[in-house]
């Protein structure tokens, strides 16, 4: 229940807020459903989001900051400090 065709998941909310605004919410929820990688261990799916911004690993249990609904965006990975970036990389070589 609680499904459209134009607005999908988000139809759960029936008439309520508008159209816009229930797009919007599908856009966020279709990419924080699945699919998320740990930045230590790269396990998928184990991240949880304690607040926003905030994200938990349940695997690892490294607590960092990212994004408000994705745990990585693509402008947090552009201003991710250099020396971050090379040791990330030396990390995943081995
Ligand atoms: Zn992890």
């Given at each position: 229940?609680?499904?459209?065709?134009?607005?999908?998941?988000?139809?759960r909310?029936?008439q309520?807020?508008g159209?816009?605004?229930?797009?919007?919410?599908?856009?966020?929820?279709?990419?924080?459903?699945?699919?998320?990688?740990?930045?230590?261990?790269?396990?998928?799916?184990?991240?949880?989001?304690?607040?926003?911004?905030i994200?938990?690993?349940?695997?690892?249990?490294?607590k960092?900051?990212?994004g408000?609904?994705?745990?990585?965006?693509?402008?947090?990975r552009?201003?991710?400090?250099?020396?971050?970036?090379?040791?990330?990389?030396?990390?995943?070589?081995?």
């Open positions: 229940m609680g499904k459209t065709k134009s607005v999908k998941s988000s139809g909310y029936r309520k807020y159209a816009t605004l229930r797009k919007r919410v599908l856009v966020i929820e279709s990419k924080s459903a699945k699919g998320q990688k740990c930045p230590k261990c790269k396990s998928v799916d184990t991240l949880a989001r304690s607040a926003a911004g994200w938990a690993c349940k695997a690892c249990g490294i960092f900051a990212g408000a609904f994705v745990a990585q965006t693509t402008l947090g552009t201003m991710t400090p250099e020396e971050f970036k090379s040791t990330k990389a030396a990390s995943t070589k081995q």
